[in-house]
């Protein structure tokens, strides 16, 4: 969530802070502020994103066969919150406490998290996903064990 500048070498430092530096004067610092520099890597995939809602569809078809009915809405409402957490947002002058995390702010790395811990909270709670061996998801995890 926020603004990110990305330096792809040291050319682009000073540019980068100049960057800063100008948008700290635009919008003033009212609150305490986070600068974390971490390795870039790509936004999460469409691929990721799509294996999440189908797997949302098939929580809220376990979840209604075992009368516990739930909305496609609130199923991912209540994933987002169990793994993903709350964050506070700021407009302009204005902050919105506790507002779920969005899964479009999440890289390639932190989505496949949030998918593996979905994955192992649907198995305990007994329901099996689907899982394409050649979605992206299977590919990183395999990636990921070597």
Not at 44 to 52: D, E, G, I, V, Y
Not at 118 to 144: C, H, I, T
């Amino acid at each position: 969530m926020g603004d990110f500048w990305l330096i792809r070498g040291s050319q682009d430092v000073d540019i980068c802070l100049d960057n800063i530096r100008t948008y700290l004067k635009q919008n003033g610092v009212n609150r305490p502020l986070k600068v974390q520099l971490k390795p870039y890597t790509e936004q999460r995939s469409l691929s990721q994103n799509a294996l999440f809602h189908n797997w949302v569809r098939e929580l809220v078809d376990y979840f209604c066969e075992n009368d516990y009915p739930i909305t496609f809405v609130e199923m991912k409402k209540i994933l987002k919150n169990r793994f993903l957490g709350t964050e506070d947002i700021v407009i302009h002058n204005t902050i919105i406490k506790n507002q779920l995390r969005e899964t479009s702010s999440l890289d390639a790395g932190e989505f496949q998290k949030f998918l593996e811990e979905v994955q192992s909270w649907s198995y305990e709670m007994g329901a099996e996903l689907s899982n394409p061996a050649d979605s992206q998801f299977q590919k990183n995890r395999r990636f990921s064990e070597g």
